[in-house]
């Protein structure tokens, strides 16, 4: 009996992770980013949308398995999806610009208070990209590997 390809190399299993990709901060799929990134494809079935989460977010998945993920995400049909690269880039920089508030300053170098903090933060919010930016903090490690994958694509490798 012939051996399976993982499930990670599935293409219908890699938009799943689009559409997880795409959840904003009440958990509802943006219809936006869902129709900008899927490219009119059919949607996943709900059980591929479960494993992209548990690929994402699960404990007892490895960094590796992660960054390959992320890879495949952004290769669909042998081409990096230009979207998804800006995506992955847009959320990154959200991320650091919160980060710099987090630490007590603005992108101007301001003190940042706790109350300015939160004006701070929702000014970077300007659109779904930037909301899922804020969602879980499981989301830096990721982050930090789609900066892996984008900063390798970049270079041609």
């Not at 990670?8 to 890699?14: D, V």
């Not at 591929?48 to 994402?56: D, K, S």
């Amino acid at each position: 009996m012939a051996e399976q390809s993982p499930r990670w190399q599935n293409p219908r299993f890699i938009r799943g992770l689009v559409i997880s990709r795409a959840l904003d901060l009440e958990g509802a799929i943006d219809d936006c980013i869902i129709r900008r990134l899927a490219l009119g494809r059919p949607m996943p079935e709900g059980d591929a949308l479960e494993e992209c989460r548990r690929v994402l977010y699960g404990r007892n998945v490895s960094m590796a398995q992660r960054w390959t993920f992320l890879r495949l995400m952004m290769t669909v049909d042998g081409a990096v999806d230009e979207d998804l690269l800006r995506l992955v880039e847009s959320v990154a920089e959200a991320r650091n610009r919160l980060a710099h508030s987090r630490l007590g300053t603005d992108e101007a170098g301001t003190v940042v208070s706790g109350h300015s903090f939160h004006e701070s933060k929702a000014k970077y919010r300007f659109d779904a990209d930037m909301l899922w930016a804020t969602v879980r903090d499981a989301d830096d490690a990721i982050l930090r590997l789609g900066g892996m994958v984008a900063c390798m694509d970049a270079h041609g490798a």
